[in-house]
């Protein structure tokens, strides 16, 4: 009788105890829930202040997102996206990109060629036409019409670097550390709104008409504003086969978190033939605003700014080696 009650009694107190634990976890989770949150592929910080700065003025995550994506496009250093983004093996430079917004909206430009910023007329596309993708010429004379104007995106160092790479000029789409900063920025803004977007020049070198993950909505980027978002760089033709971003938001509305979603998709990539020799990495945020990572390799820098507050983290990976 004795034992009964005291076990009743305990019982009891480790219920009550569960439910402050449950409360606390709530409390943090809706702490979290007001702060802005933005989160972007490798050491792109100069894309995610410029996303901090609309957001912390209560702008809008897709807005913020686009003012990510911006920065590394008109960036000439940066070899992988926009301007100064390698050409492919012809010698022409040819732009991917997407985004999304909290109505899972979507819109994506491939193969668009001479326009500096493809990620906002990805967003032309979602905003202005009936249509989620649009291609090559057809996306150009969008842009045009929309008052962007023609340039040429090839720089002097990015032609220096095609003429090197053609004396040897052989093909090989592989990806090693160097070869891609594609970004891939998250945003939650102080509404509870999430976005995305993901901007490329693709693989260096690559065939010519070679379209990668990152235009393709659910493979380079996915947003469901129920549950959170996810983002995809490296080879594109992996993340591709694997529809890596969509795959990421479904673990998480499975409760995984945001990490441990990144993993198990990059676990997956392990049946692809190489998949020891290329690079993938995720981002992902979810809808309390927790934000994780994970690679194949090692060398996957990830930057994050919260509430002002901004971090450069590494994240982990499946294998050691970089
Ligand atoms: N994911 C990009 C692509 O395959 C490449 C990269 O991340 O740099 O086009």
Request: aromatic letters at 8%.
């Amino acid at each position: 009788m004795q034992r009964r009650k005291f076990i009743k009694h305990t019982g009891i107190g480790f219920a009550t105890l569960g439910i402050f634990r449950d409360l606390a976890k709530l409390k943090s989770i809706s702490e979290k829930d007001r702060g802005a949150i933005t989160i972007a592929t490798w050491n792109n910080k100069k894309a995610v202040m410029a996303a901090w700065e609309v957001l912390s003025a209560n702008g809008s995550a897709l807005d913020a997102v686009e003012a990510g994506a911006r920065i590394p496009e008109e960036d000439p250093l940066d070899t992988s996206v926009g301007y100064g983004g390698y050409p492919d093996r012809e010698g022409r430079v040819s732009l991917d990109a997407s985004i999304m917004d909290h109505e899972g909206n979507a819109g994506s430009v491939f193969f668009l060629q001479g326009i500096l910023h493809p990620i906002s007329v990805a967003k032309l596309v979602m905003q202005k036409t009936p249509h989620v993708y649009l291609a090559g010429e057809g996306a150009k004379l969008f842009a045009l019409e929309n008052g962007f104007e023609e340039q040429n995106l090839l720089t002097p160092a990015a032609e220096k670097a095609y003429l090197e790479w053609k004396k040897i000029n052989k093909y090989s789409p592989k990806i090693g550390p160097e070869q891609h900063d594609t970004i891939g920025i998250l945003a939650k803004d102080r509404s509870g709104r999430l976005s995305g977007a993901c901007t490329t020049s693709g693989l260096a070198f690559k065939m010519h008409g070679r379209v990668g993950d990152s235009p393709i909505i659910g493979s380079g980027l996915f947003v469901d504003n129920k549950i959170g978002a996810a983002s995809a760089t490296g080879l594109g033709e992996a993340v591709i086969k694997k529809v890596g971003s969509f795959s990421i938001v479904e673990m998480m509305r499975n409760k995984m978190n945001p990490e441990k979603a990144c993993k198990k998709a990059i676990e997956r990539l392990l049946d692809i033939k190489g998949s020891s020799e290329f690079q993938v990495g995720y981002i992902a945020m979810n809808k309390a605003g927790e934000t994780g990572a994970y690679s194949l390799r090692a060398g996957f820098p990830y930057v994050v700014v919260r509430e002002g507050k901004f971090e450069l983290l590494e994240s982990k990976s499946f294998f050691d080696k970089k």
